[in-house]
């Protein structure tokens, strides 16, 4: 499956953005979902993931309550929605796939990645 992001930009705190990731092929379904950050310096980190069907979701204690994960199988596309941004939410976002049940939250259980795109909060 091929992966690309859209909808990244640069937003004052407290805004909001809204992400979408749009998948190639008809297995869509197939793929547990996850978004993805990497902040200039740091490791890579999870933000959320999402179940085939959309049922089960996961957040980083860091999002939680601000971000948003859903996905749209008919439109093979899923989304993160930001809300009430933070300088610390700077990053590049990637979203990615991986193939069957299993909600992982290590970025070496997905196999399939984006290109990213840049969030950029400022203060």
């Known amino acids: 499956v091929q992966l690309v992001e859209f909808g990244g930009g640069l937003v004052q705190a407290g805004g909001h953005l809204r992400l979408s990731c749009a998948a190639s092929g008809r297995t869509f379904s197939s793929y547990v979902m996850g978004w993805f950050r990497q902040a200039p310096g740091k490791e890579r980190e999870f933000v959320a993931h999402i179940s085939r069907r959309g049922g089960s979701t996961n957040y980083a204690d860091s999002v939680k309550g601000r971000f948003t994960i859903s996905r749209d199988n008919g439109k093979n596309t899923v989304y993160l929605q930001l809300n009430n941004l933070k300088p610390e939410d700077t990053a590049v976002y990637y979203c990615?796939?991986?193939?069957?049940?299993?909600?992982?939250?290590?970025?070496?259980?997905?196999?399939?990645w984006g290109q990213g795109t840049l969030v950029t909060v400022s203060s």
């Open positions: 990615a796939a991986s193939r069957g049940d299993s909600l992982y939250f290590q970025s070496a259980q997905y196999p399939y």
